[in-house]
């Protein structure tokens, strides 16, 4: 069965279980995907037990909710139609990077399996969308890269930027004016003492920039 075929609804939860379990081991709960879709708690346990029915994830009472092998092949089907759509909407219709991952959130439901390979065929294959995250292939290889948060990086180390949490629309606007954006190199300075916060100067700037706890934990960077 293709993924077309699931309700709009088991489509979108079995992308955000599979999205709060992209970059941490962390285990996902019934509350994490209640935060995360906008929805209340109960609804998210009734929406799982029909999930664990259909064999799309596991759930162990009070436990963490986990996709099966076949509740991931179409999560990363989804997420692949969501990633190209964005590739496609800065690449070919000029949007913004900041605009596009509600627009993909809606088109993805309709398309057809057809037209995600036409698309991806278009584009060249990208294995990356506009925020530096990993596009599954056809047959759901997605290769991440070797990447740690901004926040966990020491003073005096260069990295470069991997992907950027594309959520938040503001950030991204600010980002992107600072030039932080992926692929940049960053040089880590010294921060003020307790200000929770980053120094960095980016690719060959003079003058240092602040990201605060919420910037430095939507980067994911490698060592340059």
Do not use: C
Request: a negative charge; charged letters at 20%; aromatic letters at 6%.
């Amino acid at each position: 069965m293709s993924v077309s075929e699931l309700s709009i609804s088991t489509q979108n939860y079995l992308k955000v279980i599979w999205g709060l379990s992209e970059w941490t081991d962390a285990p996902v709960t019934a509350t994490d995907i209640a935060q995360k879709s906008g929805l209340k708690v109960s609804s998210v346990s009734d929406a799982v037990r029909k999930l664990t029915a259909q064999g799309l994830v596991s759930h162990a009472r009070y436990g963490a909710v986990e996709l099966t092998e076949l509740g991931s092949k179409y999560a990363l089907d989804m997420v692949r139609r969501h990633r190209l759509l964005e590739t496609f909407l800065v690449r070919t219709l000029d949007y913004d990077w900041d605009q596009v991952h509600d627009e993909a959130e809606n088109l993805e439901h309709a398309m057809s399996d057809f037209m995600v390979e036409r698309l991806d065929a278009f584009l060249g294959h990208p294995d990356r969308d506009p925020h530096g995250d990993p596009i599954p292939s056809v047959d759901g290889v997605l290769t991440q890269p070797n990447a740690v948060l901004l926040s966990t990086v020491e003073p005096g180390i260069k990295v470069r930027v991997e992907r950027i949490n594309d959520e938040d629309p503001a950030l991204l606007q600010y980002l992107s004016a600072q030039g932080v954006v992926p692929g940049m190199l960053l040089l880590i300075t010294e921060a003020a003492p307790f200000s929770d916060s980053v120094q960095l100067l980016v690719a060959d700037s003079v003058l240092p920039i602040s990201l605060g706890r919420q910037a430095t934990e939507a980067l994911h960077v490698s060592l340059a």
